[in-house]
T-cell receptor, first 116, second 114 residues
Framework: GAVVSQHPSRVICKSGTSVKIECRSL??????MFWYRQFPKKSLMLMAT?????????EQGVEKDKFLINHASLTLSTLTVTSAHPEDSSFYIC????????????FGPGTRLTVT | AQSVTQLDSQVPVFEEAPVELRCNYS??????LFWYVQYPNQGLQLLLK??????LVKGINGFEAEFNKSQTSFHLRKPSVHISDTAEYFC????????????FGGGTRLMVKP
């Protein structure tokens, strides 16, 4: 149980275009979803926290107009990287928790974004 | 705000040898503690967690960790490693009442050599 999927697993896009990454909880309802960014050989940096039906809470330094997060349902959150640039190339990982009383996040397999 | 320090960025070890990956944290409130493993180009897999109770926690793949409140540590151990344990290991904490938000350490790359 508690499986989180991400799509796509890898994406290459041209500079200036936008790309959408989906995060789905497959067998549970995710009250909260988290989006992380991971640079090569680095740790995970929390970008934002999203709750279903409300606006995402972004961490300091993360541009909310560039990284659009939508948590439209209890099983789906999307991250859209708008007007992507090469410096946005990274590994993006989402996670989800099951709500009140849950102390654990379940992680997706990650999405490798390369902007050329 | 909490912080997590993994003192070793890389730990080389020979196959079948024991290993300890160190993790220290700082927080002004009680915390939950986690160890995750990440294989190349994959997401994170939970190895074990400490929520309450016994300070010695056993996880998957033969790993265990011990919570030491006085030393604010949560070191990960395995008595005998395998080549397949080569991966990146992350220690993470969340503060009680903080909505499951995790703070990660910098990671330790475990390199198991034959």
């Amino acid at each position: 149980g508690a499986v989180v999927s991400q799509h796509p697993s890898r994406v290459i896009c041209k500079s200036g275009t936008s790309v959408k990454i989906e995060c789905r909880s497959l067998d549970f309802q995710a009250t909260t979803m988290f989006w992380y960014r991971q640079f090569p050989k680095k740790s995970l940096m929390l970008m934002a926290t999203s709750n279903e039906g409300s606006k995402a809470t972004y961490e300091q330094g993360v541009e909310k107009d560039k990284f659009l997060i939508n948590h439209a349902s209890l099983t789906l959150s999307t991250l859209t990287v708008t007007s992507a640039h090469p410096e946005d190339s990274s590994f993006y990982i989402c996670s989800a928790d099951t709500g009140a009383g849950s102390y654990e996040q379940y992680f997706g397999p990650g999405t490798r974004l390369t902007v050329t | 705000a909490q912080s997590v320090t993994q003192l070793d960025s890389q730990v080389p070890v020979f196959e079948e040898a024991p290993v300890e990956l160190r993790c220290n944290y700082s927080s002004s409130v009680s915390v939950y503690l986690f160890w995750y493993v990440q294989y190349p180009n994959q997401g994170l897999q939970l190895l074990l967690k400490y929520l309450s109770g016994s300070t010695l926690v056993k996880g998957i793949n033969g790993f265990e960790a011990e919570f030491n409140k006085s030393q604010t540590s949560f070191h990960l151990r395995k008595p005998s490693v395998h080549i397949s344990d080569t991966a990146e290991y992350f220690c993470a904490v969340s503060e009680m009442g903080a909505g499951n938000m995790l703070t990660f350490g910098g990671g330790t790359r475990l390199m198991v050599k034959p």
